[in-house]
């Protein structure tokens, strides 16, 4: 970042959240649902009493010890690759049930909805990170939706791709279907080519899938992001330096998993707490506490476990596209931005509290990313950007329209993609297009001139024979 983060509390508070968590960690403990997790925590020193684990202070500042502070996310096309925990990357949807457009309406996803996502994520100037689950495919059966959606981002991405949970041998064939697709490159030691948010149960919990696909990650030594979803006063405690509490104990536990089972694997630490309604019981993502907690979490994270950073930067409980959805967006990207957030992520089209991807809100959202990367840039200030030879020149009440200066420079100025910069009788002759109209016509135009694929015809071929295979594996 080119300014200065913010700050929300004092290192002594950092410090006090990190004891609080360490007495937590070691008192309440953490309850991990695989045999193979509780026997490996047993043998390298925590407490296991039945399901519950109990961990020393030391193993969990060891483990922390070990994180790397940043690591080269690789992709298919190498100029895609992404250093994350620097700089600024804005990765895909997760989680969401439903799409809709202006054309369509709310609808459920299909796997064609999917993979129209994919590609505007692939032909997005802002998105650097595809896959996930951006929506769920309602037309392909449970058992083997997951590999068809890998395929469809294979097939139209050459970007880096990440996973999602699941048992533990339909991630392990995730994981085989990315390295099909990288080839070669894959081959040497310590390359990631994919990586996996994984959610504790809260509070205090680390379900069966969870753990499986820790466990398989680690064994491909590949990323993994740990995100709890608290929600104030129904899964945490309703006072948020609780809740800040909580979900950080949650992330450490997995911590000390992840490098126990592969020493320095990288991990990123995504707090992602929500407010919980006590009107509706139901999860409110557009409420600027929550930007509060997971801001405080990011600083511990930054501060004083010096680790990769993500954050729900772009949600909102708007149910369409308009001044709400705006508001609680920017609201949410500008507090992951002060707050010195490396991934920037549920951040491209979520509508509904994460329920609905839009597809003219991933376009407006490309525009709050462009002016959050604009005011990332911060303010150069040299002797030649203080004019004053020009100023000089121009003299009092002098025009600076035709001066040299402001011709050679007049185009270095940001410029919106969807928002309306003209003047009333032009935007009322161009037929009063909305922002979502205008949004609306990108999507169409990018799907139209989307490749038709991004593999060659091998790896194609190759890809659809392991899916098969799969598909076999799982009737048995």
């Given at each position: 970042?080119?300014?200065k983060r913010?700050?929300?509390?004092?290192?002594e508070?950092l410090h006090?959240?990190?004891?609080?968590?360490l007495?937590?960690?070691?008192?309440?403990g953490?309850?991990?649902?695989?045999?193979?997790?509780?026997?490996l925590?047993?043998?390298?020193?925590?407490?296991?009493?039945g399901?519950?684990?109990?961990?020393?202070?030391?193993?969990?500042?060891?483990?922390?010890s070990q994180?790397p502070q940043?690591?080269?996310?690789?992709a298919?096309n190498?100029n895609q690759?992404?250093?994350i925990?620097e700089?600024?990357?804005i990765a895909?949807?997760?989680?969401c049930i439903y799409?809709?457009?202006?054309?369509r309406?709310?609808?459920?996803?299909?796997?064609?909805?999917y993979t129209?996502?994919q590609?505007?994520?692939q032909?997005s100037?802002?998105?650097?990170?595809?896959g996930?689950t951006p929506?769920?495919t309602?037309?392909i059966a449970?058992e083997?939706?997951h590999l068809?959606m890998?395929f469809e981002?294979?097939r139209h991405t050459?970007?880096?791709?990440l996973?999602?949970t699941?048992?533990r041998?339909?991630?392990?064939q995730?994981?085989?279907?990315v390295e099909i697709?990288f080839?070669e490159?894959?081959?040497s030691a310590g390359?990631?080519i994919?990586?996996?948010?994984?959610?504790?149960?809260?509070?205090?919990?680390?379900s069966?899938?969870?753990?499986?696909t820790?466990?398989?990650?680690?064994?491909h030594n590949?990323?993994?992001?740990?995100?709890p979803?608290?929600?104030?006063?129904i899964?945490s405690?309703?006072?948020?330096p609780?809740?800040?509490v909580l979900q950080?104990?949650?992330?450490?536990?997995?911590?000390v998993?992840?490098?126990l089972?592969?020493p320095?694997?990288?991990?990123v630490?995504?707090?992602g707490a929500?407010i919980?309604s006590?009107?509706?019981?139901?999860?409110?993502m557009?409420s600027?506490?929550?930007?509060?907690?997971?801001s405080v979490n990011?600083?511990?994270?930054?501060?004083l476990y010096?680790?990769?950073?993500?954050s729900?930067a772009?949600?909102?409980?708007?149910k369409?596209?308009?001044?709400q959805a705006g508001?609680?967006?920017?609201?949410?990207?500008?507090?992951?931005?002060?707050?010195?957030?490396?991934?920037?992520h549920?951040?491209?089209?979520?509508?509904?509290?994460?329920?609905?991807t839009?597809?003219?809100?991933m376009?407006?959202d490309e525009?709050?990313f462009?002016?959050?990367l604009r005011?990332?840039?911060?303010f150069?200030i040299?002797?030649?950007s203080?004019s004053?030879?020009?100023?000089?020149e121009?003299g009092?009440?002098?025009?600076y329209?035709?001066?040299?200066?402001?011709?050679?420079?007049?185009?270095?100025f940001?410029?919106?993609?969807?928002s309306?910069?003209?003047?009333y009788?032009?935007?009322?002759?161009?037929?009063?297009?909305s922002?979502l109209e205008?949004a609306?016509a990108i999507v169409?135009?990018?799907?139209?001139?989307a490749?038709?694929k991004?593999?060659?015809?091998?790896v194609?071929?190759?890809?659809?024979?392991?899916?098969?295979?799969?598909?076999?594996?799982?009737q048995n």
């Amino acid at each position: 970042m080119n300014f200065k983060r913010i700050r929300f509390v004092e290192v002594e508070d950092l410090h006090e959240i990190h004891e609080k968590s360490l007495n937590l960690l070691s008192g309440t403990g953490v309850q991990f649902h695989s045999e193979e997790a509780l026997e490996l925590l047993k043998k390298c020193g925590a407490k296991v009493d039945g399901i519950v684990v109990r961990f020393p202070g030391s193993m969990v500042n060891d483990a922390l010890s070990q994180c790397p502070q940043s690591y080269l996310f690789e992709a298919r096309n190498r100029n895609q690759a992404v250093r994350i925990g620097e700089g600024i990357v804005i990765a895909t949807n997760a989680g969401c049930i439903y799409v809709q457009d202006i054309d369509r309406g709310r609808r459920r996803g299909t796997l064609k909805d999917y993979t129209d996502i994919q590609k505007l994520y692939q032909a997005s100037p802002i998105c650097n990170i595809v896959g996930y689950t951006p929506v769920d495919t309602a037309d392909i059966a449970s058992e083997v939706k997951h590999l068809y959606m890998m395929f469809e981002t294979l097939r139209h991405t050459d970007k880096p791709v990440l996973c999602w949970t699941l048992k533990r041998k339909k991630i392990r064939q995730l994981i085989k279907m990315v390295e099909i697709a990288f080839g070669e490159i894959h081959d040497s030691a310590g390359t990631y080519i994919t990586g996996v948010g994984i959610n504790p149960l809260s509070p205090l919990v680390y379900s069966h899938d969870a753990v499986d696909t820790i466990i398989e990650c680690s064994l491909h030594n590949q990323p993994i992001f740990l995100s709890p979803s608290p929600m104030t006063g129904i899964t945490s405690p309703i006072q948020l330096p609780g809740t800040v509490v909580l979900q950080n104990a949650e992330i450490l536990a997995g911590i000390v998993l992840i490098q126990l089972l592969n020493p320095r694997n990288p991990v990123v630490y995504m707090p992602g707490a929500f407010i919980g309604s006590m009107k509706y019981a139901n999860c409110i993502m557009g409420s600027p506490e929550i930007m509060l907690m997971n801001s405080v979490n990011v600083q511990l994270a930054l501060e004083l476990y010096h680790l990769p950073t993500r954050s729900h930067a772009g949600t909102t409980d708007a149910k369409s596209c308009d001044v709400q959805a705006g508001l609680e967006t920017m609201q949410n990207m500008m507090m992951s931005l002060f707050s010195g957030v490396h991934m920037f992520h549920l951040a491209l089209g979520v509508l509904d509290s994460a329920y609905c991807t839009c597809l003219e809100k991933m376009i407006v959202d490309e525009e709050i990313f462009e002016r959050m990367l604009r005011l990332d840039k911060g303010f150069e200030i040299s002797g030649a950007s203080f004019s004053t030879d020009i100023i000089k020149e121009v003299g009092i009440k002098g025009f600076y329209l035709a001066h040299e200066s402001t011709l050679s420079n007049c185009r270095n100025f940001w410029q919106p993609l969807v928002s309306n910069w003209e003047p009333y009788s032009l935007w009322k002759s161009d037929g009063s297009k909305s922002v979502l109209e205008r949004a609306n016509a990108i999507v169409k135009d990018r799907l139209n001139k989307a490749p038709e694929k991004m593999i060659d015809e091998t790896v194609e071929k190759e890809l659809l024979k392991y899916i098969r295979f799969a598909e076999k594996d799982e009737q048995n």
